[in-house]
């Protein structure tokens, strides 16, 4: 047989298996996987000692283009996206000028990608008061959902909306068969507990992180849930920070509901001290969490009641970040370069989580939930989306690593325990020994109107 790529020798892990194959790449699919495969390509990669991954697919990230590209832009954030392993991600609509709540933004967002990105996107729809006849064109065009606040989302042209609203529009989504994500927080809890901090100069760290409890998230969970349950739509929860949110979202599930949740690195490896420590830079919403937090995120994550994690890489340039208010600093973690990195760390070499969970949390699970057809998996006809990973590299993150347009990150300074080798979007290497390889062809992904359980 002929092939465009051979990866000889590699340790390959799926959704729920680890093989040593070879694999083989043409036209940017996966054509054969087999030990010792008979053929010739125009490429070999000798895969030997390396554990090869489906490339990541991070569900949610700030790109903040068009009208932002300041802060980040599809050029730098995909860069940093492939030089962490990931292949595809699914760009949220708000911190981009004008955000993604009309038709035509959606396709004024679509051009700003096109020739920029470095790994395949997909375009989440914004739903905010009063754009709910708005939603029928964005799923036209491709949208993989639509994203709501149930707070102020600390921007001014991305409203929080209220259960009307979100009712109306889940009611709307369902009739489209896409589902809702939330960002679920206590709207009158957070914004009520913020102005009497600050009222009273209490605008520490501590403050912040006191301002936003628990509590917020959990009603707003149920809340959300409840609508979800009335409206018949499909519901995603984002960056949970706590277990007790994340077995709200199982109860659902276990009731028959359509509703899933994802959470993201920080909660599973930062805690409020270490917000006190780090300062703004690791100022986030919801808040870090105490370490029982995040070590109830970690035992869902293991029995599988967490399915999914996401960066919420949400950047900004460093004056933002500064302020010695900390409810006036922005609240965004830059990590979609560390996603990978942290779990094979924190879950596989410490936890001794098993590389297929770890591969179907960030990748497969994600392609099914979204509808993203021949992404994430490692078979015959998918994508060639492919992340080679180095198991025993060690080594500490410095900000010189990070491909951002402002390197700044909790994660600085880090030890990480695997490193990212090579990441290949559709058996096109794009990031190659720490340096990215080739001109950006990323694609706009659109959901497949056939739905797969995840």
């Given amino acids: 047989m002929s092939f465009d790529l051979l990866i ?84 949220m609509p708000l911190n981009a000028h004008p955000p993604t709540v009309t038709g035509a933004a959606f396709d004024e967002k679509r051009r700003c990608l096109e020739g920029r990105a470095l790994v395949d996107m997909a375009l989440w729809g914004g739903l905010v008061p009063g754009n709910v006849d708005e939603l029928d064109g964005l799923a036209a065009r491709g949208a993989v959902g639509f994203k709501a606040f149930m707070c102020s989302s600390g921007i001014d042209d991305f409203g929080a909306i209220d259960d009307l609203a979100l009712y ?57 849930i409840a609508l979800a349950q009335e409206s018949g739509c499909s519901l995603h929860v984002v960056h949970v920070s706590t277990g007790r949110g994340v077995a709200l979202v199982a109860d659902a599930r276990a ?13 599973l490896v930062l805690t409020d001290e270490d917000a006190e420590t780090l300062g703004n830079v690791a100022k986030c919403a919801p808040p870090l969490r105490p370490r029982k937090e995040v070590e109830a995120l970690w035992r869902a994550l293991a029995d599988g009641t967490l399915p999914m994690v996401a960066s919420d890489h949400s950047p900004a340039p460093w004056e933002l970040k500064r302020a010695a208010d900390a409810f006036a600093a922005w609240g965004g973690i830059s990590g979609c370069q560390t996603l990978l990195a942290l779990l094979l760390s ?32 490692i078979d015959v006809g998918a994508d060639a989306d492919l992340v080679l990973v180095d198991l025993s590299a060690t080594g500490q993150l410095s900000a010189e690593d990070l491909h951002y347009r402002h390197r700044h990150s909790p994660f600085v300074g880090r030890t990480l325990s695997a490193r990212v080798a090579r990441t290949l979007v559709r058996g096109r290497t794009v ?7 080739g001109p950006p062809a990323g694609r706009l992904l659109i959901p497949s109107t056939e739905t797969e359980s995840p």
């Fill in 8 to 91: 000889r020798n590699a340790i390959v892990v799926g959704d729920s298996k680890q093989s040593r194959v070879d694999i083989g790449v043409s036209d940017g699919l996966i054509d054969a996987i087999g030990p010792e495969l008979a053929g010739v390509a125009t490429e070999e990669i000798d895969a030997a000692a390396m554990h090869l991954l489906p490339g990541v697919l991070d569900a949610h990230v700030h790109m903040n283009e068009p009208g932002r590209a300041e802060w980040e832009g599809f050029e730098t954030g995909t860069r940093a996206l492939a030089a962490g392993g990931a292949t595809a991600a699914i760009d």
């Fill in 168 to 224: 109306d529009g889940m009611r709307r989504a369902a009739s489209l068969g896409l589902p809702v994500a939330v960002h679920a927080e206590s709207d009158s809890i957070t914004a009520g507990l913020a102005a009497r901090a600050r009222a009273a100069g209490r605008t520490a760290m501590r403050d912040f992180l006191r301002s936003r409890p628990a509590v917020a998230e959990l009603e707003a969970i149920a809340r959300a």
């Fill in 346 to 377: 924190e879950g596989h070499h410490t936890r001794g989580l098993g590389l297929d969970l770890i591969a179907r949390v960030t990748s497969g699970y994600v392609a099914r939930r979204f509808r993203l057809r021949g992404k994430g998996r």
């Fill in 255 to 267: 009731r028959g509901l359509d509703v899933t949740c994802e959470t993201c690195p920080h909660y």
């Fill in 431 to 437: 990031f190659a020994d720490g340096r990215i390889v």
